[in-house]
């Protein structure tokens, strides 16, 4: 049977797609038609975005949020908040097995084959694939790839894991990623980020905005998101990647709001390896390395 290809129109997101995420995970109303999970598997299901103009506003509101400078191209991972919203209109699909939210980001890898400017129209397809057991639980990719004039431009795979029923033996574990804890700087995050972040990126997971909100998903208090923080490692190196680049990252133990973490990178055989630590203990909230293309 061929895949189905639906065009999301807009942005998606908004309050409406928020209250759509959250519906499958409240008991009772979870089982009423047209919120309960019908799928087992990933559905043969491909979501586009056209003709998105790449706008100058936009980029300068979340490079002042991610710590990028101001410039005529966008930062390699903005155009996540493009695929974003494609992730979402899958996840929250009635045939897709898993509620969104709840859902774990594990990794996510970026290949960005040239830089994209502003003013550049570009478009996105997203769809999920290869589901898997993993030690805690089961694990998919969401792929997205986005194109300008029919070239591809920059290409995505986010590994998200839903958790329960793994296979402790013989799951997945995840890629494996360099330790770094030298030449470290420290950043300060203040309480407000995850708001700020959302208001950019579109992404308004309870979890990440207020004490009380991510408290209700069971976290102590509210979260920053795993795509500030690799974007803002991605800023303290930009300078030093060169124009086409894939860029890896795991994300490992969550900041919490408000927070003070040490950034530090270090060269490899093939670019950089880089980590987020916290500056209590020094273990890792991300690990991740770049390699030229």
């Known amino acids: 049977m061929a895949t189905e290809v639906r065009t999301l129109s807009g942005s998606g997101g908004g309050v409406a797609g928020l209250l759509k995420a959250a519906l499958p995970t409240l008991p009772v109303v979870n089982q009423l038609p047209g919120v309960k999970k019908t799928g087992r598997d990933l ?4 979501v586009r975005r056209e003709d998105v103009l790449i706008e100058r506003d936009q980029v300068s509101a979340y490079a002042a949020v991610c710590g990028f400078p101001t410039k005529d191209t966008v930062p390699v991972p903005y155009l996540h908040m493009v695929a974003f919203p494609l992730h979402m209109a899958i996840m929250t699909d009635q045939a897709f097995p898993f509620p969104a939210i709840g859902t774990v ?5 970026i290949l960005s084959h040239r830089p994209v400017a502003i003013g550049e129209t570009v478009s996105a397809v997203a769809k999920a694939e290869n589901l898997r057991t993993h030690s805690k639980g089961r694990v998919f990719d969401m792929n997205v790839t986005v194109e300008a004039d029919g070239e591809t431009v920059w290409e995505s795979t986010s590994t998200y894991l839903r958790i329960g029923k793994g296979d402790k033996e013989n799951g997945e574990r995840g890629t494996e990623f360099a330790p770094v804890t030298d030449g470290a700087a420290t950043w300060r995050l203040g309480g407000d980020l995850g708001r700020r972040y959302a208001a950019v990126s579109g992404d308004s997971n309870p979890i990440h905005l207020y004490p009380l909100t991510a408290k209700a998903f069971g976290f102590p208090r509210h979260i920053a998101h795993g795509m500030w923080t690799k974007a803002r490692a991605i800023a303290a190196i930009e300078n030093k990647l060169p124009s086409a680049v894939q860029i890896e990252v795991g994300f490992k133990k969550p900041i919490f709001l408000p927070g003070t973490v040490t950034f530090g990178a270090r060269p490899n055989d093939h670019g950089l390896d880089f980590a987020v630590n916290s ?4 273990a890792p909230h991300l690990l991740g390395r770049t390699t030229a293309l």
Request: hydrophobic letters at 30%; aromatic letters at 0%; a neutral charge.
């Open 43 to 46: 559905p043969d299901l491909a």
């Open 279 to 282: 500056a209590k203990s020094g």
């Open 105 to 109: 980001h594990l990794e996510n890898r």
